[in-house]
Each structure stands twice: as C-alpha cells, then as structure tokens.
C-alpha cells in the first residue's frame, strides 16, 4: 500500500482555451480517454442535443464489439437515472440502450454519436453531420504506422463535418509513443512538443491559407497538452516502462559513448535534417587511444550554409545531400569518411534521441 497522491487527469483546463484542434497526450490510463468520451461524447448529448462523432485510424478498429466495450465504463445508468444503462453501436450509429438482464435483449434508445475510420474518410464525403460538434480522435499516435497522407485525411473529414460552419472540435487522444508523428510534423508541432513539459499545454495557430476582408490569414487555434504523471505505477517492466508508468516518451535502448564527451576530440561535424528534426553528427577521436566513432545529438540552432547537411528536403545547394553512402561530393577523403558511417561506430546522446533518429531518417544505417 502507497500513500502516494494520484492525479486523475481533468480536461477543463484544455477545454477552457476554446481551441479548434486540441491534441491531449500521455502515460496509458491516466483517464484522458475517460474524460473526453464523458464530456465531450455522452454529457455533452444529454445537456444539449448534440451528437459527437468517435474516430479510429483503421475500420478494423471499429467493430461493434470494441466499441462498444470502450463505452464499458461510462456510467449510463446514472447519467440517464436509470433510463438506459449502456452504449449500444448499430450500423455504425451510437445509441443510448437499455440492456435487460432478465431477458438478455437489448432495446435501442436516442442515438448520441457516429463511428467512423479515418482510414475510409472519403467514402463519408456527400453524409451530412450538422448535428455534430465534436469529433473525437482516439489513439492519433501509432505504434506501427499511419495512413498516407493523414492529417489531410482528418482535415478532409472535418471539413466534411463542420460544412464551414467552423463549430466542429477536434479531440486527438493518444499515449506517449513516438513524435513521429505526421500531425507533429505537418503541423509544424515539433518545436512545442520536443520542449514541452509534462503537466503543460501549449497553444499555437495554425494557418488555413485563406484570407479575410481585411487581408489578414484566418488560423485555427491548436492547444497541446502533455499529461501530468498520475503518480500510479502502470505495473510494467521492460524497455518501455517509463512511457507506461510515467508517461515520458516511448524509447528503445541506444549505444551511448563509452567515455565522457570531454575526453573526445571533434573532427568533423554535419547535420540531418527529416520531418523537422534536426540532429547533429560529429566525428570524435578519443584522446587517449585515437579511436573514432560517430555523435548524434538533437540540434536546436540555426544550419549554417556551409554545412553539409542531409535531409528529406530539397535544395539546390551542393552542400544539402540525400544519401549519405553516396554523395555528389568529389572530394574522395570526404566520401570515404562518409562511408564510415556504419551501426557499430555511432553513439547517441540519448536514449529518446537514438529512437528519434532511427525513427525519422529515410534510409538505413549499414552494418
């Protein structure tokens, strides 16, 4: 037994900044899901009539049997008294039921939302849902992968929705697992998330591209908010404990130098630049036996022209480069280096920094 203080997470604080995207992420079951479905699903019908729409990325993910179970601990006996006392899913339509215990049968009531799959966000395009204002985005952040071209997928889809009446909200839900992440990058999201502190939310606007009378770019607003640890342990062991049991972001094990950094001597360095990452890459002697190996670390500054760097990005620069095995460079001793950029001689400044890079980059390091 613990006497320490757990933090359940409340939502009103992302609520009160009245943002049109509102991107809640962190520790597995600190009870964001929780809080969105209620008030911004079930609550938010029973005061106002409103219907809500809940959002998966694969239609897998929406069959009727998980849908349902994630409606399993929404007390709807009580928000009801009593009238219903369950979310039932048909057609992909979410009712408000009353399930009877003595004869196993299932009596539909009021229906309060949709359920749809990103992924078939094109076959929703002529529906009409001007009785929604919210839509509710559960899991935005993959562990494996994600659709192409994604967050124009989900802004296709709102558009479709809000029908320009700019009322629909978005609600992205998701655990800590990796920032790269498509609505991080498209978004421009990078430098908030890679800063932000847990127990905070950030806000920024997004432009939309289009102008009012008077000239200026309409925006939407977007508040991020990175989770407080509950302060209760999630019980799990293993490389991704702390994303588990405490919400820091999900990491696999990196090689780290052997020595302290200041023993190393630097003689060379170079930048990566993908999906807004920018790390840097230094080639180190060590001081006392000579031997070398490569540094990458996360890069805030500005990439001065003259460096070389190697990016997703085209420039016409012949120093930014795609392929870091084989370059446009003529200078020999410079490609030759380059070759060296092999597995076992790189170190990594840090765990989250290795996983980054691995994660980010567009071609695969040689062994």
């Known amino acids: 037994m613990t006497n320490k203080k757990i933090t359940h997470y409340n939502m009103d604080a992302i609520d009160a900044e009245n943002a049109t995207i509102n991107i809640i992420f962190g520790e597995r079951s600190n009870g964001k899901s929780y809080q969105v479905k209620h008030k911004k699903g079930v609550i938010k019908y029973l ?14 993910e929406i069959s009727t049997d998980k849908i349902e179970q994630y409606f ?28 009877d215990f003595d004869s196993g049968s299932t009596k539909r009531g009021e229906k309060i939302g949709y359920v749809v799959a990103l992924s078939t966000e094109q076959n929703y395009a002529g529906a009409s849902y001007l009785d929604v204002e919210d839509i509710i985005f559960e899991e935005f952040m993959s562990r494996s992968e994600y659709l192409a071209n994604e967050s124009d997928k989900l802004m296709n889809f709102r558009s479709t929705v809000d029908r320009k009446r700019n009322v629909v909200k978005i609600w992205m839900v998701g655990n800590s697992i990796s920032r790269v992440c498509p609505y ?9 998330i890679s800063n932000q502190k847990q127990g905070t939310i950030e806000t920024t606007e997004l432009p ?28 799990a062991i293993g490389k991704h404990r702390d994303m588990l049991n405490k919400g820091s972001w999900q990491t696999d094990p990196q090689p780290h130098l052997p020595k ?13 630049l993908y999906k807004s990452f920018k790390f840097c890459c230094e080639y180190l002697k060590d001081n006392e036996t000579f031997d070398v190996c490569w540094f990458i670390y996360p890069y805030k500054g500005k990439i001065d022209k003259k460096t070389i760097v190697f990016s997703d990005m085209i420039k016409v620069s012949k120093y930014w480069q795609r392929d870091i095995y084989n370059t446009n460079f003529k200078n020999k001793v410079l490609n030759d280096l380059f070759k060296t950029f092999r597995e076992n001689m790189i170190f990594y400044s840090s765990d989250l920094c290795g996983t980054d890079f691995k994660q980010v980059i567009d071609f695969t390091i040689k062994k």
């Open 72 to 99: 399993a601990d929404v007390d709807v006996n009580k928000l009801t008294n009593g009238r219903y006392n369950c979310i039932t899913v048909y057609r992909k339509q979410l009712y408000l039921s009353f399930y």
């Open 184 to 192: 991080i990058n498209d978004w421009e999201l990078h430098k908030i």
């Open 208 to 235: 939309t591209g289009t102008f009012d009378d008077a000239g200026n770019e309409i925006t939407l607003k977007c508040a991020i908010e990175y989770c407080r640890p509950s302060g209760q342990t999630s019980y």
């Open 260 to 272: 302290s950094y200041n023993e190393y001597t630097v003689m060379f360095r170079f930048m990566f």
């Open 47 to 60: 005061n106002t009539g409103k219907r809500f729409i809940l959002m998966r990325r694969w239609k897998e």
